[in-house]
């Protein structure tokens, strides 16, 4: 097997795997300029890997060198997307019987997590909480299935 072949390969399809995972996300969440430069570069770049896959390389070298990469490349790309997310305000808008309705606020109020409620709707209270952490998120959710609470939950938009 050539070396020096197999070696620009697999440079090649971690490389493109990457693009084209960055070129998916940035079709949905970016505008229309770095869209369109994006996905130009990722379809330039994949032109080339198409020619390599010609190559002379036995197939099944091929195909796993292509899983290896998309499996390496789809994940890297994923985990830098998660550490640059950044925490956004979500409403959490619990519905629990009225029973619940000290010990859900008790603890929140212990957790230091903004919130209100509203009782005396039928037999339940609507608690609104107000989670500004992912933390605080998974925290809420936790409290809540432990009182049994109904769940809606909004993320804030920019206007």
Known sequence: MNTELFLIFVGLNIV???????KSICTVKC???????????????????TI???CDLDLWVKAGVVAGCNLIGVYIVKW?????RKD???????????FYTENLANALADLDI???YI?????????????ATQKQSATVKGIGAECRAKFFVSETKNL
């Open 31 to 49: 505008g229309k300029g770095v869209a369109a430069l994006v996905n130009a570069l990722a379809y330039g770049l994949y032109t080339i890997v």
């Open 119 to 131: 009782e005396g709707v039928g037999k339940y209270t609507i608690f609104n909480v107000y989670c």
């Open 16 to 22: 493109n795997v990457i693009i084209q995972t960055v």
């Open 88 to 98: 956004k305000l979500w409403k959490v808008e619990m519905t629990v019987r009225d």
């Open 114 to 116: 903004p919130f209100n």
């Open 80 to 84: 830098c997307e998660e550490k640059a």
């Open 52 to 54: 390599y896959m010609l």
